[in-house]
Structures are given as C-alpha cells and as structure tokens.
C-alpha cells in the first residue's frame, strides 16, 4: 500500500514569491489539475504587488520594483513560453537579439540566432526610473499569465509560517492593516536568493521561513556580480544593437571570470563576474570596478567612439552557483535559484523547468517527503550534473580566449566548419551557443 499523501480536490496551494519561479509554478500546477480534472486554489504572494489603496476588495496592485537581473531570454525559454501561450507585448521587448559574440583575445567568434528561434532582451522588472514604459517588465507580464491562469495575486508579504498538523501549514499575511491566516495543504518557496528582509527586519527572508519548515535546508552556494545599466541614446548603440556579448576583460588589476553586454531600448545591461567583484565590498569599490572595465580596450572597441558612458543604474545581486542541500520537504519545497540554477546561464529557464517538474511531481504522484525527492529531486540532480559539465566548459572557454595561441585553433577550427555548408548546424556553433545562452 502506498504511504505518499496526496492533495485531495479543491485543496489550497500557497507560492511565496512571484517572480518567473513562482510565477511558472502556479501556471503549470493549474495545468497539471486541469488536465486531470482537478480544482485547486493557487495563491501568489508578493510584496512588489502591494495594493495601491486601502480598499478591502484590492488584493493586489501593479508590479513595482527590480529583481536585480539583466534579462536575456534565451530561444529555449521563448520556446517553452509559446508552448505556454504566453506572448510578451512589444513594450516588454527591449531587443530582439541577432547574434551572440564571444570576444576573445585575438579574435572573436560570432554567432547568429539561428532561423527561426528568437532570442530578446527585457527589463525583469520597473527599474531604471524615467524610462519609457517603465511599467511593462517581464516579471510583471509573466505574473499576470499565472493570474489569467486562474491563480490569485496577494500584495503581501508572509511573515509567519507554522505547521498546523500533518495536513496544513498556516501562513500569517498582512494587507490593508490587516493580519490575516491562510491554511494551505502545499506551500512552494519561490523568493529568491537576493529577497531581503524588511527595513524593520520584522519580516523574515523567504529562505528563512523556508528553513522553519526544512530545518535540514542549506541554501545553495553563491557568488556575488555587477550588473549595471548604461544609458544610451538610439544613435549612439551603432553596431551593439540587437547583439549579445560575451567578453575576456581581464587585464593588469581587473580580474573578471565572466563579462556579459546585452542591448536594450535606450540602455546597455552590462553583467561583471570574477575576483574583482568578490573583492568589492562598496557602492565606490563597485564604481571603480566599473571604470576599469569600460577603460579597458577591447571593451573601447565594442561600444561606439561617440557613446556617451553614462551610468544610469547599479545593482550587486548573487549568482547561485551550486545546490541546495533539503530544498523540499513535507508539504513544502523550494523552486528556482532558492535550490539550484543553471550556473551563469538561462536562470528564468531552469526556474521554469524545476517549475515544471515540481508541478508534475505534487499532482500526479505525492506532496510528501519521499514523492518529492523522486520526481522533483531528480529535476534537481539533473541541473545539478549540467552545472558540473558547465564547470569544466567554463574553465576550457578561459583557456581557449586567453591563450593566443588555443584561441588561433578554436577559432580556425569554427571557421572551417562555417565554411561546410553541409553541416547544419555546426557542431561548433551548436557547442558554443548551448553553453553561453541566457
């Protein structure tokens, strides 16, 4: 006889945190109990909803703010939101990516978008102030498919979580001045590694709830990056517009590991990972981190002579670069870079594929420990072993860009295969974009 619990129908699930994750989540849960005739009761809760009023009946309000992401959106990702019916409106399309460049040190590999797929930028969120359409953000547009989906938004953070009895954890919420308790038989954590308490530090981190359920939850491990915005004028982007770029800048006191410059409407969203950043304990330290960068030649080259390097917006998020130990639990699970992510890569879209797998694991087969860690988990191992693969890709792509010389033989060999028409695509090509995608 079975002993895994499963979610009667009607049952209530809650998600804390309503960024792609989250949002992801509640849209493929809601599919996966249509599809097998069941009705659930999904609620998202996120603060960066909270409602403009004071009116009893306003559970939710417009998305303000910035979940610290540069917003590259890779073909497969725009691949699994057609899937979805999910279409992004023109205002959230900051760029439609042409190609991806590899900068090396001698010379630099550049890849088209192949036929057919589509690659764009966006702004996750409302951040920078001032530019047009500010209000249009990824984020924004994704959650309000989870709630044409049927789940509910509530502008609101969870401040208290407590198991009830086996079959219910309550989740303590305040809106409009007013504490309120929710009973939920699942709750998926979707917060984020880079959520922060409130100013009064009366309301505890997603993560922190999280381990209140799962006492054996380590937080995977994680590293600290630059993303900044420049602000540009249309005239002046000259040959980045509609481009990705991958760069080697470190040079002489700059040591970066992994430097990424993605075009927008108006702005350039500029990534920096590597030592220099590990270093940087500042808002100053940052700045001059960033004026070594856009000092550096090969980074001079890139942007146009008459580019003004105006610095509209800076952020210091973490980058998930490993597992967490536990991420689930009785009747409780985390999803997106709160367990794992593809490490520097496509984070949006493994958030989706654990968004998947979870919703499939706590419909069709259980919501207890042993039922999560069997489908769920192995979605978990699965990015876990492509991180281990991607680790090594990493450290061969320093080699081959800053060596001269293993830079020559990549490249003549990339170049040799472009030529064979008969090869479609290029093994190289198909290589270097499955590693370096969004």
């Keep these: 006889m079975s002993s895994a619990k499963r979610l009667e129908d009607g049952a209530t699930i809650a998600i804390i945190g309503g960024g792609p994750a989250g949002a992801f989540s509640a849209i493929h849960l809601l599919k996966q109990a249509k599809t097998l005739g ?20 306003e559970l939710a309000g417009a998305y ?14 725009h691949d699994v939101m057609v899937d979805l019916g999910i279409s992004l409106p023109p205002e959230v399309i900051q760029a439609r990516i042409s190609s991806l460049t590899v900068q ?18 966006v702004f996750r969120g409302t951040l920078p102030f001032g530019r047009e359409f500010a209000a249009n953000c990824f984020d924004g547009t994704l959650l309000s498919a989870a709630a044409d989906a049927g789940a509910e938004v509530v502008g609101s953070r969870v401040f208290r979580i407590v198991r009830d009895n086996e079959h219910g954890i309550n989740l303590s919420y305040q809106l409009n001045n007013i504490e309120t308790v929710l009973k939920a038989e699942f709750v998926v954590f979707a917060g984020g590694v880079n959520q922060k308490t409130d100013r009064a530090h009366t309301h505890p981190t997603s993560m922190e709830l999280f381990r209140n359920l799962q006492p054996d939850y380590i937080p995977p491990r994680l590293r600290k990056a630059i993303i900044f915005e420049l602000e540009t004028e249309a005239e ?25 410059m993605l075009s927008k ?40 002579a008459q580019m003004h390097l105006h610095v509209r917006c800076i952020c210091n998020p973490s980058l998930v670069v ?45 919501v207890d420990c042993k039922s999560l860690a069997k489908g769920y988990g192995g979605m978990i191992e699965s990015i876990q072993k492509d991180n281990r693969f991607a680790a090594v890709i990493f450290v061969l792509y320093r080699w081959f860009f800053i060596n001269p010389l293993l830079g020559r033989i ?3 060999a990339f170049a040799t295969e472009k030529k064979n028409k008969n090869r479609k695509p290029a093994k190289i090509q198909e290589y270097i974009l499955g590693h370096f995608q969004w």
């Excluded at 010379?107 to 797929?117: F, M, Q």
């Excluded at 920096?272 to 500042?282: T, Y």
């Excluded at 130990?325 to 985390?334: D, I, T």
């Design 38 to 57: 069941y009705t659930f009761r999904v609620i998202i809760f996120e603060a960066r909803c909270k409602p403009p009023g004071t009116e009893d009946s």
């Design 64 to 77: 303000v703010g910035c979940p610290q992401c540069a917003g590259g959106l890779s073909p497969r990702l």
């Design 104 to 121: 090396g040190n001698w010379k630099s590999i550049y890849l088209p978008v192949p036929p057919g797929r589509s690659m764009v930028s």
């Design 236 to 260: 002046q982007t000259g040959n980045i517009d509609g481009q990705l770029h991958y760069i080697e800048s470190s040079s002489g006191r700059l040591r970066l590991d992994m430097c990424s």
């Design 265 to 304: 409407r108006g702005y350039l969203t500029i990534t920096l990972v590597g030592q220099s950043v590990d270093d940087s304990n500042s808002h100053q330290e940052n700045l001059n981190v960033i004026k070594d960068f856009l000092g550096l030649p090969q980074i001079r080259r890139i942007l146009p």
């Design 322 to 366: 490993g597992t967490a130990n536990m991420p689930f639990g009785e009747r409780v699970a985390a999803v997106g870079d709160m367990a794992t992510s593809r490490q520097y890569k496509d984070g949006i879209l493994a958030a989706h594929n654990m968004a998947k797998s979870l919703a499939e694991t706590v419909v069709t087969s259980g």
């Design 410 to 412: 990549i490249y003549q």
